[in-house]
């Protein structure tokens, strides 16, 4: 696996050409840019993998027979190959940029190539390196949705159904504050260790202990393991709503020895329809899990490529793509996959009229010059939609003379003590669920709100997470929208929607709520 024989190989097939060829040693050592014995030792080497064939002549400066058998290309993608066969993906990443191509776009056209040539295999192109697979730690839309390949949760979403997913069956008491879950006795993790009570348990009670995600299963008051496949949770407050949060990805169930390890000693071990064979910043390898408790995928892996180069062209609207080189496409899309909103924290700057001047700024192709208190500080969230809201509003302030100061943060990890905050409330599963969550999550309530509207907020949520009827739930949840948005606290600036871009012989493409599809449903057509 060598980069320079790999250009040297090109440029003498660029010079002869495929077939047969009549030459000299002496001729093709001048194209190789070296000695005719080392031209000797280099045409072993490319005979050896297969390029060309070398028929010398008996004599010297006779013509013997040199065959290019393969495209430089398709010599390429042999290396690249093997070295990911071997594990060696940095070889790989270098292998592609032969001759100095660009490695993204190199990258994507061998993508192309492998998921053409290959029925069991679907390659897809990444952007940036993915973050650990716990499921308390993803908070990226990726990798939530990676956590739902990889993990099971005790019940899943199915439209506007909660079904059973590691739990078969379930009950609760006529309040909702006491829920019996009933495992699946035969499902084992992907290390094939058993799953139990004490793994659920330890997954759920380190979910309620999170920084983060605590303030959302705050309502957990205790765990009962009854027998190996059956437990209890108590509930401190009604809620009938409870098995919509139990589908999320952070409630997956990981085994119980993994819940509080640190990143570097942590294994993404989970039951899911796929198990992670290869986690590197260069390639993440999901494999078909054969002993899937569920209905097991049609494919046998997924891999995304990793390069970074590909991030100035990724926008939320095109989150995922499959591939975008091969010409025979088509395209599935969703709308209201979430919003963008923008979050007015300081109550000076709680006035209709800079809200409106920012809802005019954004919504705007042209900057637009704000009034407002200098200096403004503001938080946005680290995608290209918020970074270009962002932009917009460092340009709007300049036009005012005023200066802003940015923080770019990760969702989930929102700044402290900014006068705005610009993110996303992303929908996933549930739509009501989703926003309650983000109305629970959000930790800066009492920088933005007066104690009566603090309290206001508490009491609203009270009274949705109690409601049994899931369209009164979602009213109480867009009123209060509503409310914060007339009170100039909070505003809804962008709605999200996803298109995927894919080869036309893959199948079961089905966009689900996180902006993504459910991999273990993916095939490939057998071409005709």
């Not at 071997?86 to 490695?103: E, P, T, W």
């Not at 029925?119 to 993915?130: K, S, V």
Request: with cysteine; net charge negative; aromatic share 10%.
């Amino acid at each position: 696996m060598n980069k320079r024989k790999l250009e040297l190989y090109e440029n003498l097939f660029k010079r002869l050409g495929p077939g047969t060829h009549p030459i000299t040693l002496s001729a093709i050592a001048e194209s190789l840019n070296c000695s005719d014995r080392h031209a000797r030792t280099l045409l072993k080497q490319m005979s050896e993998r297969g390029w060309l064939t070398w028929l010398p002549a008996r004599g010297r400066g006779l013509r013997g027979e040199l065959t290019c058998i393969l495209e430089p290309l398709e010599a390429c993608y042999r290396e690249v190959d093997l070295a990911t066969e071997q594990g060696k993906y940095d070889i790989a990443h270098k292998l592609i940029g032969f001759n100095d191509r660009n490695v993204a776009a190199a990258l994507k056209q061998y993508l192309t190539h492998t998921t053409t040539v290959s029925e069991n295999t679907i390659h897809a192109p990444f952007h940036r390196r993915l973050s650990w697979l716990h499921p308390h730690h993803a908070m990226e839309r990726t990798e939530r949705h990676l956590i739902h390949e990889v993990y099971q949760t005790l019940v899943t979403s199915q439209g506007e159904d909660t079904v059973e997913n590691l739990a078969h069956e379930w009950e609760a008491n006529s309040d909702y504050t006491k829920w019996h879950f009933y495992l699946r006795s035969g499902a084992t993790f992907h290390d094939q260790t058993p799953i139990t009570s004490a793994d659920v348990i330890e997954s759920l009670r380190g979910l309620g202990q999170s920084e983060y995600w605590g303030r959302l299963y705050d309502h957990i008051e205790t765990f009962i393991a009854h027998a190996p496949h059956q437990l209890e949770i108590q509930l401190n407050q009604s809620d009938p709503n409870f098995l919509t949060l139990l589908s999320r990805s952070e409630a997956s169930i990981m085994p119980k020895g993994m819940v509080h390890r640190t990143e570097s000693s942590f294994r993404p071990i989970g039951s899911g329809p796929f198990f992670v064979e290869v986690n590197s910043d260069k390639l993440l390898r999901l494999t078909r899990n054969n002993e899937f408790s569920g209905k097991t995928a049609l494919v046998q892996h997924i891999e995304l490529w990793i390069h970074e180069d590909w991030a100035a062209d990724k926008k939320c609207a095109e989150n995922f793509f499959f591939l975008n080189e091969e010409e025979d496409t088509y395209t599935a899309s969703t709308a209201d996959i979430g919003y963008f909103f923008l979050l007015l924290n300081h109550r000076e700057l709680q006035t209709s009229s800079f809200k409106h001047q920012l809802e005019a700024l954004f919504s705007s192709e042209q900057a637009i010059h704000l009034e407002c208190p200098a200096p403004l500080t503001f938080s946005f969230e680290n995608n290209n939609e918020n970074r270009a809201f962002a932009t917009k509003l460092h340009q709007g302030l300049s036009l005012g003379g005023i200066e802003g100061i940015g923080t770019q943060v990760v969702y989930g990890h929102p700044a402290a003590n900014q006068s705005l905050a610009i993110g996303g409330i992303r929908l996933e599963g549930d739509r009501a669920t989703s926003l309650f969550a983000f109305f629970k999550l959000y930790p800066y309530w009492d920088k933005a709100l007066t104690w009566k509207q603090q309290d206001k907020l508490r009491q609203l949520l009270s009274v949705c997470r109690a409601t049994t009827d899931a369209r009164k739930r979602e009213t109480l949840l867009d009123r209060l929208l509503l409310w914060l948005y007339q009170d100039n606290i909070l505003a809804i600036i962008k709605s999200e929607d996803l298109t995927l871009t894919l080869p036309s012989r893959i199948r079961g493409v089905e966009i689900n709520s996180i902006g993504w599809c459910d991999f273990a449903q993916l095939w490939i057509k057998a071409k005709t």
